[in-house]
């Protein structure tokens, strides 16, 4: 059984299903939709809010938390990712070199610096509850020696955030630190995602993420990569899969060891009219891996036009103890802004109750 993730603010029953709130903001929901749902902590992004609005915008707020009225867990993303994605779809944005990584704002020419000791600083502006590494990046297919390059940068950005951590919060004579996770590299190669585990459990965080888009060329979880992580690292520790959200993979990797999940799917599918639902007969059960537990509904077809039962009886959510199919379904072809919203309320309320079956 996995020890509860104790934060400063809070503390995460795991499995925890943390939505993405990558710009302060779950889109489409207010933070007291989110209560109310039963999310008890959210992702957001440290380099997106470090572009807009600004890192000293949120701390001149309150900290992120008055900012958005949110008073549980926030884990703030360090942008690693986003990064490295958004420089390889256009080299001239920046480039990632062993000591910083330097973005250039397309449309502004603004250049920002980040070193890891950036990134941890702007994330205690934030006031973040869980503090992200700075990581490098890379593509499961990219050669060994790309991928061997990756785990040296992101083994020696990983100390220096712990040490900037340590020094800020000596400094400042925090008694209530946030934690720090940091983030595994190495591709789809066991001995490099081995090691960079290893090495960093070396140094000590108080949690650990799956690096690097966690899923295959055709839609699967990496499975093997993740479990090679999960077994290098100490048995007890939080194991973050980030970005891993289908519900089928939530399960494969729960079982993989994994606790902390975040995920843009499920509130994006809902605003693109795509919900899930436990299959008939489901009845509250634990989901195994393989199992056909859920199903996915696509309100814009033309069958719910006049289907007056709702998008799945049993769910407690606002959207269907209230309203049928059919309505949803009129809502989202008028383009009634309200779809989103019992969209997403009614998808992050699945997550609820299926990370709810998962704890058991
Ligand atoms: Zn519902």
């Known amino acids: 059984m996995a020890e509860p993730l104790v934060t400063r603010r809070g503390t995460l029953a795991v499995p925890t299903f943390l939505p993405d709130a990558t710009r302060a903001g779950v889109r489409g929901v207010s933070s007291d939709d989110l209560r109310r749902v039963g999310i008890d902590g959210v992702v957001v992004n440290a380099f997106h809010l470090l572009r807009r609005p600004g890192a000293r915008v949120v701390q001149a707020a309150g900290g992120i938390h008055r900012f958005m009225d949110w008073s549980g867990p926030v884990l703030s993303d360090s942008g690693g990712f986003q990064i490295w994605s958004l420089i390889r779809q256009d080299p001239n ?4 070199r062993d000591n910083e990584v330097i973005f250039r704002e397309p449309s502004t020419g603004e250049k920002w610096n980040l070193t890891p000791e950036r990134v941890v600083g702007v994330q205690l502006q934030l006031g973040s509850d869980i503090v992200v590494c700075l990581d490098d990046c890379t593509d499961a297919e990219a050669p060994e020696a790309e991928q061997e390059r990756s785990v040296e940068r992101t083994v020696k950005w990983a100390r220096r955030c712990r040490e900037e951590l340590d020094r800020l919060v000596a400094e400042r004579r925090d008694a209530d630190p946030p934690r720090i996770f940091a983030v595994v590299q190495g591709g789809a190669i066991e001995s490099l995602r081995r090691q960079c585990a290893a090495a960093l459990a070396e140094i000590g965080f108080d949690g650990y993420g799956f ?6 060329p055709v839609g699967g979880l ?7 992580v999960a077994e290098s690292l100490p048995a007890g520790a939080p194991k973050h899969a980030l970005g891993v959200g289908r519900p089928d993979h939530v399960v494969g990797a729960f079982e993989l060891g994994y606790t902390i999940f975040d995920c ?4 994006r599918d809902a ?3 795509r919900l899930y639902a436990f299959r008939a007969g489901w009845a509250g059960r634990r989901p195994s891996p393989g199992d056909a537990f859920y199903r996915a509904v696509r309100i814009h077809d033309p069958e719910y036009r006049v289907d007056h039962a709702p998008i ?4 407690d ?3 269907c103890t209230r309203h049928s199919a059919a309505y949803l379904h009129l809502l989202f072809k008028v383009g009634d802004r309200s779809a989103e919203r019992l969209a997403t309320i009614h998808n992050l309320r699945f997550y609820v109750r ?3 079956l998962l704890r058991g």
């Open 93 to 96: 944005r920046g480039v990632i």
């Open 211 to 216: 690096g690097g888009w966690p899923l295959d």
């Open 222 to 228: 990496l499975a093997d990569p993740m479990r090679w």
């Open 264 to 267: 843009a799917l499920p509130t």
């Open 271 to 273: 605003r693109h009219g």
């Open 312 to 315: 799945e009886d049993g769910c």
């Open 317 to 319: 959510c606002t959207l």
């Open 354 to 356: 299926l990370f709810a």
